[in-house]
């Protein structure tokens, strides 16, 4: 039987999409050298900004919803570091597990040396249970939005009259090359970056394939795409 959702109920898997515009707006101000690999890739949102800057992408998730280059029944909080794996781990991850995302994706960072970046309520940055992970593990950057964010559940249409309530950031670990502090910077204003002309995307389809029989890939619990 179909399970139905009401409009006062969160999304289910807390699938909540992230605005391409605020992808944008952190590939705008942080540099990512290498391979991306988005855990909880949703619809792809993250990953179609990256792939059309030119990185090799990996997209997996612990659902599959119709994203062309997704890899899905992928539970990121499963899976191990492997050398092969992805540089970089940038993703939206689901709100009830984003503690988890977090831990995990920088305990993998310190061996890939890539870079750690989650979309994230700035409130996060709060919580006694986090705490003495921030005090060892800070944040080399924070990417604090001036202007509240509009993410609407499941990828619907926002409706009319609706804008943003919660205020977002980009928090970014830089693995080893991290320092003992953390620089914060305010995203402004989102200006609209137009389409690239890149000829090709370039997808992690066969790692993928070759990770997901061994349990590798990513997931978790849905997550924001």
Not at 18 to 45: I, N, Q
Not at 141 to 146: H, I, N
Not at 154 to 161: L, Q
Not at 213 to 222: E, I, L, P
Request: some cysteine.
């Amino acid at each position: 039987m179909q399970k139905f959702v009401s409009n006062n109920s969160r999304a289910e898997h807390d699938y909540y999409p992230t605005p391409k515009s605020c992808v944008e707006a952190l590939y705008d101000r942080e540099f990512f050298s290498g391979s991306v690999w988005e855990c909880a890739a949703g619809r792809g949102d993250i990953s179609d900004v990256f792939l059309d800057k030119g990185h090799e992408v990996l997209s997996t998730d612990l659902i599959d919803r119709g994203y062309d280059n997704i890899i899905g029944g992928v539970d990121f909080l499963k899976t191990s570091y492997t050398p092969d794996m992805p540089h970089n781990i940038i993703t939206n991850p689901p709100f009830n597990l984003a503690f988890e995302f977090v831990k995990h994706a920088f305990e993998m960072s310190l061996l890939s040396e890539g870079k750690v970046a989650m979309f994230l309520r700035l409130a996060f940055l709060e919580s006694k249970k986090r705490r003495p992970f921030f005090l060892e593990n800070k944040p080399s950057r924070v990417y604090v939005f001036s202007e509240r964010q509009t993410l609407w559940k499941n990828g619907e249409d926002i409706p009319k009259g609706r804008s943003g309530t919660t205020p977002y950031a980009w928090f970014v670990w830089s693995g080893k090359n991290r320092k003992d502090r953390t620089e914060l910077e305010w995203i402004l204003s989102l200006i609209h970056i137009s389409e690239p002309t890149r000829p090709e995307r370039i997808s992690y389809a066969l790692f993928c394939l070759k990770k997901k029989r061994g349990g590798g890939g990513g997931g978790g619990g849905g997550g924001g795409g």
